[in-house]
């Protein structure tokens, strides 16, 4: 395990987030040759298509931001074969920092996991000014930039559905939108179902790609490696436990984390986190009380470690929510404790299979 | 107060939307409403107020009912003004 050095936590904020995790791209002079208002015979760049293809394939979501006509742009990206690589498209006339804004709030992306690319100094000099988190690079650099470490987010077998799943979510949305009567009604309609499980080796690879994914909705930072977790697993003495949901638009894949230390009288709440396109789904509690009905089974004290920074107060507001208690600071870290005593009921908008372990 | 009370109370009937709260009624009580809605119950009262709400202060009494938020808000205000100001002298 890792913990943050204290220098670390002071500037827990990096200028950027480690991985890129949306590319916005301009589309004249940058995806093909030629202006499109200009003169519809645009050319395709190959070189630029296949960067498409390596990214989606990389697990790294794109979208647009250019100028011109919509319903022409994504015309022609349609008679490319390239429309569904993008997620949000926005072709329009304002500024495009402003499309890259709107693009990562839908997407609930922080703007420094956001690249844009552009063959005009000029839009890349606006998005730096009003977005410098975002990393702006030339069209013509892109190529020899393409193996950078950024763009290479490790491995993952949910990267290739990654899109997909997005534009569930933008589904879900849509109908989220719609619907008229108070949240857990609409939550209710979801249909979703959750299972929580004790980590297997299999899960293993995502647990490690979520840990380095998830920064606001995560209570410590901690961060394990493959191995450290595969021995987390095997041993009696924790509790590495897995949440997978899926709802009537398709499944989300395994979205939460929770590793527990397992003492004999106490148990602790080593790390807790969830990807954050759960976020508004209450599932961070439903863990919660998950955790706290496991503990209670054993008759031991349920304690959480909580690191903060200054992306996780959400997850600090949902401890409390719980019923947990500031009961101590141990240098950065705060100790919660619950006593266990009145545990949050699961929501009833939820359909939960809570699977047992071998061990804990 | 008042505006207070009315500034948050329209800002939860939004949210939940629901405009048959009153302002002891508990906005959690139905065990629905997530921490995500919490945090944004948090988020409008720091923009809204100017405050700045500080762990110790995120207690659940503090957040379950607008009378709760509202004395959160006014006590928060209270704090580090001068005297005078409280006691309405010029």
Known sequence: MTIPAAAAIADA????????????????????????????????????????????????????????????????????????????????????????????????????????????????????????????????????????????????????????????????????????????????????????????????????????????????GYSYTYDELARLCDSPAHLVLIASLEDRFGGYGRIGLAVVDCDRQTWTIKLLLMSCRVIARGIGSIMMTDIMQRARARVVRLRAEFLPSDRNRLMYVAFKCAGFRETAKVRHALILEHDLSRIPPYPAYVTLESRQGIGA | MDTIRTAIRNFVARAIRTDLLSDTDDIFARGHVTSLFAMQLVMFVEHEFGITVENDDLDIANFSTIAGLANLVTRKRTVGLPESVLEGRP
């Open chain 1, 13 to 220: 904020m990096p200028a950027r987030a480690l991985f890129v995790k949306c590319v916005v791209w301009d589309l004249d002079n940058t995806l093909w040759d030629g202006i499109l208002l200009e003169d519809a015979a645009v050319t395709l760049r190959p070189a630029m298509a296949r960067l498409v293809r390596i990214f989606d394939e990389r697990g790294i979501l794109q979208s647009v931001a250019s100028r011109g006509d919509h319903d022409l742009a994504m015309k022609i990206l349609n008679g490319l074969g390239l429309r569904e690589y993008f997620l949000l498209p926005h072709v329009r006339w304002g500024a495009k920092s402003q499309s890259i804004r709107d693009v990562a709030e839908s997407l609930r992306l922080g703007l420094d996991a956001f690249a844009f690319v552009d063959d005009d100094p000029a839009e890349r000099a606006e998005v730096a000014a009003a977005c410098p988190e975002v990393w702006c690079i030339a069209a013509e650099d892109l190529a020899a930039l393409a193996e950078s470490p950024r763009l290479l987010p490790p491995a993952s077998e949910n990267a290739p559905v990654r899109r997909q799943m997005y534009l569930q979510e933008e589904q879900r949305r849509h109908a989220e939108e719609a619907f008229a009567g108070p949240q857990e009604e609409f939550l209710a309609t979801l249909q979703m179902r959750l299972t929580i499980e004790p980590a297997a080796p299999r899960d293993l690879r995502r647990v490690e790609e979520l840990i380095i994914r998830t920064h606001q909705l995560n209570s410590t």
